[in-house]
């Protein structure tokens, strides 16, 4: 939070000397605190809140072309007449905990055309889901772990490493 605080105090501070504390000047006093609080990550003990910043950043890309690709996959497979859909049900091992993270990651898998979240196991680290336009089953499951490990670096500092079973469940 320090990060945060700091970068909120830049932007006040920037909007008084700019002389009008209004949205535009909060906006971009908070910008320009954002590239201080970058270059200066150490002396300022703001690392992780760069480093999730930019995370949250790179996932919000990663998630706005998945979408848009899923989409055109699926007006295309809507396009064609016998289009080949191969449907089938993932079970897919996860890395997140918390209620919080999970239903994140649900509704992030929901919203992609193609895929929807079935449920999870009962201890929460299994997530059943139904996938279409992928080959095989394998494809479907790396596709929800690349979100989750987006997920993953916002989330965590160091997120661990899990490796996709070679064969499907």
Do not use: C, K
């Not at 998945?66 to 055109?72: H, R």
């Not at 989330?155 to 661990?160: D, E």
């Amino acid at each position: 939070m320090r990060g945060l605080t700091l970068n909120f105090l830049l932007a006040g501070v920037w909007a008084l000397f700019a002389g009008a504390v209004n949205l535009r000047e909060l906006s971009v006093g908070f910008l320009l605190g954002f590239a201080i609080l970058s270059v200066f990550p150490r002396a300022l003990a703001t690392h992780e809140y760069v480093r999730r910043v930019l995370a949250g950043l790179g996932f919000v890309g990663f998630f706005l072309r998945e979408l848009t690709l899923a989409n055109v996959q699926v007006a295309v497979f809507a396009l064609r007449p016998h289009p080949p859909l191969n449907p089938m049900i993932v079970a897919v091992p996860l890395r997140l905990r918390g209620e919080g993270a999970l239903t994140f990651l649900a509704a992030t898998i929901g919203l992609m055309p193609g895929t929807v979240v079935l449920g999870f196991n009962a201890d929460r680290r299994v997530l059943y889901a139904h996938a279409i336009g992928t080959p095989d089953a394998r494809t479907a499951r790396e596709s929800i772990l690349r979100v989750e490990e987006r997920l993953l670096r916002v989330l965590l500092a160091t997120p661990p490493r899990l490796e996709v079973e070679a064969h499907d469940r």
